[in-house]
């Protein structure tokens, strides 16, 4: 019997997880995305980088996007930030079409963003302050997100004299903070080491657990994607479409030991076909090109 033989159905889900899905499902869906489409250039020599994406997102789902390099994972997400415009189809939350920037959206890069001149303090106050909140209001939010990050205690600090992962955690409080529908997250922890990244994963599972936010977090790391999400969004490339969208037979609260569960493993192998296809079963069934086959000695013996 082969490994992918002994794996579970990456479709079959336990009562407890099917209730959650039929929970999720009966939600709103706040974010519909129809048809879209982007191409960049003019013709000949056009590039269709993305076509007929398709795709809705219910209130307070976690949703991340994979796909191959080139897939037009982070043109969707700044169509859907409005810091680009689509080719064709539409992209609307709350029923509303989004045609640019706009508070109902918080953005989080995978640099980091925030303004050097401004404490931490005052880049998480500075939306607010912008749309001319109450000051006592402000000092309450921002005291509030800190704490929710971990970050109380660095109110004065400015961003160079923070880690890497303890910026990233003030660019989420920042977005938080404007109090957005969707949070949209491109590659926020791809430039951080292993054992930082670990943290602000179960941070951010910490704040969607408490805060009234919907996620899309795009990743290269198919491990965190299925940790994280309650579903994947996975896209085809030349030209981005939709290929599949994987929900995660796991029950929630996630824990580190899921990366063992069994269900784990049987959707972490479905992504790598659905991206990369099928590994060849046999290292013979390959031509070797400017050399011999080092390993056939040993198997003739």
């Known amino acids: 019997m082969t490994a992918e033989e002994d794996l579970v159905d990456y479709k079959e889900q336990t009562p407890r997880v099917k209730k959650y899905f039929d929970d999720l499902h009966s939600r709103e869906a706040i974010l519909k995305v129809e048809n879209l489409g982007k191409v960049f250039g003019e013709r000949p020599g056009a590039t269709e980088a993305l076509k007929g994406v398709s795709f809705d997102i219910h209130h307070r789902e976690f949703v991340s996007i994979v796909g191959p390099s080139g897939c037009g994972k982070s043109t969707l997400i700044r169509i859907l930030a ?3 415009t689509s080719t064709s189809g539409s992209a609307k939350l709350d029923g509303k079409e989004i045609k640019g920037p706009g508070p109902g959206r918080g953005m989080v890069f995978q640099s980091y963003t925030l303004f050097p001149w401004l404490t931490v303090g005052g880049n998480v106050t500075f939306g607010p302050k912008m749309r001319g909140e109450p000051n006592v209001d402000i000092e309450n939010e921002v005291e509030k997100w800190l704490k929710m ?3 109380a205690d660095f109110k004065d600090h400015y961003p ?3 880690s890497g992962g303890m910026k990233q955690r003030v660019g989420i409080a920042r977005a938080l903070a404007n109090r957005p529908r969707i949070l949209l997250m491109d590659e926020p922890f791809g430039a951080l080491d292993a054992q930082t990244r670990s943290l602000m ?3 951010l599972l910490q704040i969607w657990r408490h805060v009234d936010v919907t996620i899309l977090f795009i990743t290269h790391d198919l491990d965190e994607a299925i940790y994280l999400s309650d579903r994947i969004l996975v896209l085809d490339a030349n030209p981005g479409c939709v290929e599949e969208f994987v929900e995660i037979p796991l029950e ?3 824990e580190p030991e ?3 569960d069994p269900r784990f493993l049987s959707v972490r192998h479905r992504l790598d076909v659905l991206i990369h296809g099928e590994f060849p079963k046999e290292a013979n069934e390959l ?3 400017g050399g011999e086959d080092r390993f ?3 198997k003739a013996d």
């Open 160 to 162: 160079h004299q923070l």
């Open 252 to 254: 929630r609260p996630r």
């Open 149 to 151: 990050v971990g970050l």
């Open 201 to 203: 994963q179960a941070y």
């Open 287 to 289: 031509s070797f090109i």
């Open 258 to 260: 899921q990366f063992l």
């Open 82 to 84: 409005g810091l680009e």
């Open 296 to 298: 056939a000695d040993d």
